[in-house]
Nanobody, 124 residues
Framework: QVQLVESGGGLVQAGGSLRLSCAAS????????MGWYRQAPGKQRELVAG???????TYADSVKGRFTISRDNANNTVYLQMDSLKPEDTAVYYC??????????????????WGQGTQVTVSS
């Protein structure tokens, strides 16, 4: 079994900062890509930022220059530093990982995993 556990959400005033963390645990062999998505009420889930195992990153246009994604490969952890937060950043933020894991004593499998979500609320 694989688990993604997020932390770091909360309430912050506009212009403030938050740092989200997501730790993956379990019978993990390799993590190829990790990312953060968000879903605001009444809206579809959208990609915020992603990072490959080699360190290349991608960002939604709405967060470029304000958010920074990073990862600690040794500890299977991904971070999202969010600065200059705006009320429109309010959403539930979900961690995502594309990874391979031990399915049995002799086999591995690859799948996509999600965290439980953490609420970020930015007040104006």
């Amino acid at each position: 079994q694989v688990q993604l556990v997020e932390s770091g959400g909360g309430l912050v005033q506009a212009g403030g900062s938050l740092r989200l963390s997501c730790a993956a645990s379990g019978s993990i062999r390799s993590i190829y890509r990790m990312g953060w998505y968000r879903q605001a009420p009444g809206k579809q889930r959208e990609l915020v930022a992603g990072i490959q195992s080699g360190g290349s990153t991608t960002y939604a246009d709405s967060v470029k220059g304000r958010f920074t994604i990073s990862r600690d490969n040794a500890n299977n952890t991904v971070y999202l530093q969010m600065d200059s937060l705006k009320p429109e950043d309010t959403a539930v933020y979900y961690c995502n990982a594309d990874l391979s894991f031990r399915r049995s004593s002799f086999t591995y499998a690859r799948d996509d995993y999600w965290g439980q979500g953490t609420q970020v609320t930015v007040s104006s």
